[in-house]
């Protein structure tokens, strides 16, 4: 099991702690010397002020901020939560992507979802009842850019012919998509190395335009599905990474947090298959992030590494 935190931006408006490189680089570093296996940032280029006062939150550009971060770290894997890949031209997200993971040692995971904010799409010049398109198209044109030296592509949203672009990763940056619905599965198995659902009651759901999924079983249900999906398309099920958050326990740095049964929870999702817990951290001042950092490794990721060992 590894841990992974997003740069704690949960609100609007934001900390102004947060958005300076000095602030990122400390919680970048913190967060690789408390034993965190990932670290990476939102992306909402364009949000509207409504849905920003209605509980949204502010962001950085992930793949500027992810860059800003390799260079203060040297393990730590660059895993944007999410980056919304209808949004940008494929072939300008495989040269952002193959850039990082070249300057970062090999260090970048390509976290990508559908998107669902309709206002942030026209904003964007982007066709929202297109997404699941673009992004399949996308999805292809990324990896085909990542391993071959001659792309030709002709699809409905992108045409090019004989693209080498270069500099190309040394090997391909693993790719997981987003999302709880059994379309998000399906492109795991067809194109990713892992699957990033999310916990989302039923109003939540209905607000991201994704399936609801609210506990364990149904979590564990989705991932025997995504098991029979790879083993039909002849890929080991093992080989495929799989993201949840953990509630068992309460919210690290709250007065209440239980670190034991944090760790209780982290054991039941591991047994389901999860093998990376995305950790919530507060954003409300830095101080406080990075103490809770601190902590989190010493009662969390330390005994959850010396009970694997």
Not at 115 to 135: H, I, M, P, Q, S
Not at 285 to 305: D, Q, R, Y
Request: charged share 20%; glycine share 10%; with cysteine.
């Amino acid at each position: 099991m590894q841990f992974a935190i997003t740069h704690p931006m949960h609100s609007h408006p934001y900390n102004p702690e947060l958005v300076t490189g000095a602030g990122i680089a400390q919680v970048a570093t913190a967060a690789e010397k408390a034993g965190f296996g990932g670290f990476g940032f939102t992306d909402h280029p364009a949000p509207t002020r409504r849905w920003l006062q209605a509980g949204g939150h502010d962001a950085l550009d992930p793949f500027v901020a992810m860059g800003f971060a390799a260079a203060h770290t040297t393990t730590l894997r660059l895993i944007p939560n999410i980056v919304v890949l209808p949004y940008r031209n494929p072939f300008v997200v495989a040269k952002a992507g193959a850039t990082l993971d070249l300057i970062s040692g090999g260090r970048f995971t390509l976290a990508v979802g559908v998107g669902y904010l309709k206002r942030e799409f026209a904003a964007l010049g982007v066709a929202f009842d297109e997404r699941a398109e673009l992004f399949e198209e996308a999805l292809q044109v990324i990896r085909a850019v990542w391993t071959t030296d001659e792309v030709t592509v002709e699809g409905k949203h992108f045409s090019a012919a004989g693209i080498a672009a270069h500099p190309r990763p040394a090997a391909a940056p693993p790719i997981w998509v987003g999302g709880n619905t059994s379309a998000a599965r399906a492109r795991v198995a067809r194109y990713a190395q892992g699957w990033c659902p999310f916990r989302a009651p039923a109003l939540l759901a209905q607000t991201a335009r994704t399936a609801p999924l609210e506990t364990v079983e149904h979590l564990a249900s989705g991932i025997d599905d995504l098991r029979r999906r790879l083993e039909d398309a002849g890929r080991d099920p093992s080989g495929v990474d799989i993201t949840f958050t953990n509630d068992t326990g309460g919210s690290p740095g709250a007065d209440d947090f239980n670190a034991d049964e944090f760790l209780s929870g982290v054991a039941e999702l591991e047994k389901v298959g999860v093998t990376w817990i995305q950790v919530t951290v507060p954003g409300d001042s830095l101080a406080h992030t990075l103490e809770t950092i601190e902590e989190f490794g010493g009662s969390v990721i330390a005994p959850a590494t010396t009970r694997r060992a």
